[in-house]
């Protein structure tokens, strides 16, 4: 699977969006580009996920560039319980792939 | 619907004492794993498990052991504990079917299970 790489941490204000970007220039067309986070010290949660369009759901919204080189996430209204670790992760949509998780974003929603 | 539940939660052990960290799951995933995660690090793929009586090494798979001979269970054992183990480990399972837009990827974690290895 594709390396990403993501910025060590971030800072937002409560209720701006946040931005959180994720370089995945290796990527290969059939990967996709996965997010999770985790907060304080339970197990990660899904977010979202996508292949090249835009995505969005209750959470979040994903935009992936035309040329899938990098993809952002973006937290419209950050609440202070949106702080956590954030994780890109680029992976072959196939049920046997394991998930390798990276170091991630550290995301500080400040009041 | 309880979801993926790991015993126990905390755990001191000696070095050189074996034990096992149990996980089951209610959903009928196929796909299981285990990951650890130490102080202040980012998770680690120890085992995963594509279903009963498949299992394939993670990233750290070294002085740990696993099985599967259930859908629902997927314990790790630890055969002779040593500081270095001391970390937090998760369980975390997820389907395998579905098609191009299936949430395969995304998976269910425990609670976790805290190990101190002394």
């Known amino acids: 699977d594709a390396k990403t790489t993501q910025p060590t941490s971030m800072d937002c204000a409560e209720g701006r969006a946040a931005n959180l970007p994720c370089n995945h220039s290796?990527?290969?067309?059939?990967?996709?580009v996965y997010w999770y986070r985790q907060i304080h010290s339970q197990g990660p949660q899904y977010i979202i996920h996508g292949l090249k369009n835009n995505e969005t759901n209750e959470m979040a919204s994903l935009i992936i560039t035309e040329d899938r080189k990098s993809s952002t996430l973006i937290l419209p209204h950050a609440t202070l319980r949106d702080t956590a670790v954030y994780y890109c992760?680029?992976?072959?949509?196939?049920?046997?792939?394991?998930?390798?998780f990276g170091k991630g974003t550290r995301l500080s929603v400040i009041a | 619907n309880a979801g993926v539940t790991q015993t126990p939660k905390f755990q001191v052990l000696k070095t050189g004492q074996s034990m096992t960290l149990q996980c089951a799951q209610d959903m009928n995933h196929e796909y299981m794993s285990w990951y650890r995660q130490d102080p202040g690090m980012g998770l680690k793929l120890i085992y995963y498990?594509?279903?009963?009586?498949?299992?394939d090494q993670g990233e750290v798979p070294n002085g740990y052991n696993v099985s599967r001979s259930t859908t629902e269970d997927f314990p790790l054992r630890l055969l002779s504990a040593a500081p270095s183990q001391t970390s937090v480990y998760f369980c975390?399972?997820?389907?395998?079917?579905?098609?191009?837009?299936?949430?395969?990827?995304?998976?269910?974690f425990g609670e976790g299970s805290r190990l101190t290895v002394l």
């Open positions: 975390a399972s997820r389907r395998t079917s579905g098609g191009a837009r299936s949430r395969t990827g995304e998976l269910f």
């Open positions: 992760i680029v992976r072959r949509n196939s049920g046997n792939t394991p998930l390798v």
């Open positions: 498990s594509v279903g009963a009586g498949i299992t």
């Open positions: 290796t990527i290969s067309g059939n990967e996709y």
